[in-house]
Structures are given as structure tokens and as C-alpha cells.
């Protein structure tokens, strides 16, 4: 990666010392994630040398996520789908959960051991048990990415769903599987009014970052206050000290959730400079991410990982963190 270095303000300098100080934590660590966001005023910019297309990694832009006919959310078409399309693709994460007694994540090995959850609206594309689905995923397990393609055309606001595979042998499944097999399951009601999606991602898109994982970017200007994203979670019995990509989801810390859309992705800012902050409603198992200051196109979005401070997770990311913020101290002091 390159460093560029304009001429500066004293300030701007500082800041970039602080930055390159930071990195070459990260490079002696071994630590792979972003945690610096978009450089601002042009003080640092990285070059990773590759070009790289919005929506190539995640996109969920065909998908809009809304209140089923079920009480819960399920995934519709925000635009008409043809037969073979794309209909969404994402990164799956792995989390150290039991998929047999949660429903929520996929199965993401062969020898069935191994579980994820995905990006986007992945999670919430509820299964036809009549044999009436309008999409299949397929999954890539080598790469930790998937692709989610019509089976059929699909209109304008109907409902997309999927056949879980896993219904022959999941435990969390039973029931769906004994409904299906007796043959009264019937096709997939509709929800009598459309009701507003409860995600809404737009304005990110995500790209690989400069540290080969992959970051949530701004799609176009943000104002300082307005709402980057907001969406829903769903909670898995995982032990969050293990998993670096879960949410803390109540105030004792004993309970965790992962996040819809792009949120998973949002780097930290171990440097002060995040520009974005999550609301969590916890009661209602949503979030919203708002801007704290204005945020340029392209610039990576970051915040901060509230549970740095005693997640056993998060311990090399705390450490870098004192790091990085007594070598700011020391180059405050030398400008000084």
C-alpha cells in the first residue's frame, strides 16, 4: 500500500503520523481489519491497486424486506425478477453457532459442522413448503460467498422464497418439515397490505478494504445526522466473547444478535475519527446507523465497537487501540 504525503497542516500531520503509526501496529500484529475509515482533507489515502465495482461483493438492491403474512419479515422483489436473474449475492460470516437449534444461519460446510449467517436480506427469505419457491442459493463455500437467483419470473412485490435444503435433518426445522410432509402447508400466503421495508441499506455499498476483508462505503454524500442505514437482527445462542461479528443485543451483555444489510461490515475506528454511530432498539430487535458528521462518497463508513472495551474478542483490537493512542500522545507532544 501507498502513502501519500500532501503538504499539511500541523494538525493534518499529526494526524497522518498517528495513521502510519497504526498501520505498522496492525502489519507487526498480523491483524487483518480496516479501523481507519476514508482518509479525510486528503491527508492519507491507500491504494489497494485494484479497481473495484459497487455491488460486486454484496448486493440487495432487487430485495426489499417487509412484515410477512406470518407476523414476521420475509423477502420481496423490489423490481421484476426474470427467470435466471440475480437476484442478490453477499459474503457469508461464520459463526460458532449449532445450526440445529437455530434457524437463522446457514449451513456452510459439506460435512454439516459449520454455520454462517449472510449479508443483505439473505436470512429472512422464508421457505415454500409446496414446492412453490421462486429462487435457489447458491452457495460458495470456499470463498464465504453466495448468489441468490430466480428460478422463475418473479413480479413486482411478490414474496421470494427458497427451499431449505436443511429441512430433512435440522432439528430447529421439525416442524416445518412434519407440515410439509403431511401435505396442508398450501402455498405461501400474501400479506394483505404491503407494509414499508424495515431495511434499508441504499446508501452503502461494500467493497474489499485495504486489509483484504471487506468494508461498508458511502454510495453518495451523507449529511451530518441523517440515517445511513437501518434494519433488524436476529439473536443466535452464540457466545459473543467468540465471534467478532455479532452484536451485544441487551444491557447485562448476555445476549447477541447478528445484524441485516451491510451493518456487519462497518469497520472501527480506533483512532476517533468513526463517522457513524448505531442506535440499538433492543425491544424491538432493530437498529439505525446515523452519520456524525458529513460523510463523502466513497469514503469508508466506520464506528466503534462499544464492546472493545471487554470482549475477549476484541482484546488485540484494544490493545492496538492503546497503542495507537499513546503514540498520538507522544507525537502531540514533539509538535508541541
Known amino acids: ?66 412484515p410477512d403474512a406470518y407476523g414476521g419479515v420475509g423477502a420481496f422483489a423490489a423490481v421484476p425478477i426474470k427467470k435466471g436473474d440475480l437476484v442478490e449475492r453477499g459474503v457469508a460470516r461464520v459463526v460458532p453457532a449449532d445450526g440445529n437449534n437455530c434457524q437463522y444461519v446457514f449451513t456452510w460446510s459439506e460435512d454439516r459442522s459449520v454455520w454462517a449467517t449472510g449479508s443483505g436480506i439473505s436470512v429472512f427469505y422464508n421457505a415454500a413448503l409446496d414446492g412453490s419457491n421462486n429462487s435457489e442459493m447458491k452457495r460458495y463455500l470456499d470463498k464465504d460467498t453466495f448468489e441468490i437467483f430466480a428460478t422463475r419470473d418473479i413480479e413486482e412485490g411478490e414474496e421470494i422464497t427458497h427451499l431449505y435444503k436443511s429441512l430433512e435433518w435440522r432439528d430447529c426445522f421439525r416442524e416445518l418439515k412434519e407440515l410439509r410432509d403431511s401435505g396442508k402447508a398450501g402455498a405461501p400466503k400474501k400479506p394483505d397490505v404491503l407494509l414499508p421495508p424495515v431495511i434499508d441499506c441504499s446508501k452503502a455499498y461494500a467493497k474489499e478494504d485495504v486489509y483484504g476483508g471487506v468494508g461498508a462505503f458511502a454510495a453518495k454524500p451523507i449529511k451530518k445526522g441523517e440515517v445511513v442505514e437501518f434494519g433488524i437482527v436476529r439473536r443466535l ?14 444491557p447485562d451483555r448476555s445476549a447477541w444478535a447478528a445484524a441485516s444489510g451491510l451493518a456487519p461490515f462497518y469497520n472501527t475506528a480506533l483512532d476517533g475519527s468513526e463517522n457513524t454511530v448505531m442506535h440499538r432498539y433492543f425491544d424491538k430487535d432493530s437498529f439505525e446507523i446515523v452519520a456524525l458528521r458529513d460523510i463523502d462518497e466513497d469514503e469508508e463508513l466506520t464506528h466503534v465497537y462499544r464492546s472493545i472495551e471487554w470482549r475477549k474478542c476484541f482484546q488485540d483490537l484494544k490493545k492496538t487501540r492503546q497503542e495507537i493512542r499513546s503514540s498520538a500522545s507522544s507525537t502531540n507532544d514533539e509538535i508541541k
Do not use: N, Y
Not at 32 to 60: E, H, M, W, Y
Not at 240 to 249: D, E, M, N, P, R
Open 1 to 66: 500500500d501507498e502513502i501519500r504525503l500532501p503538504q499539511l497542516h500541523p494538525k493534518q500531520a499529526a494526524r497522518m503520523m498517528r495513521v502510519a503509526a497504526a498501520s505498522a501496529t496492525f502489519a507487526r500484529r498480523g491483524l487483518r481489519p480496516a479501523f481507519l475509515g476514508a482518509s479525510q482533507a486528503g491527508a492519507v489515502r491507500f491504494f489497494s491497486g485494484k479497481k473495484v465495482d459497487r455491488g460486486a461483493i454484496i448486493d440487495c438492491s432487487k430485495v426489499l424486506a417487509r
Open 237 to 250: 445462542p452464540v457466545d459473543g466473547h467468540k465471534s467478532t461479528i455479532l452484536f451485544t443485543w441487551c
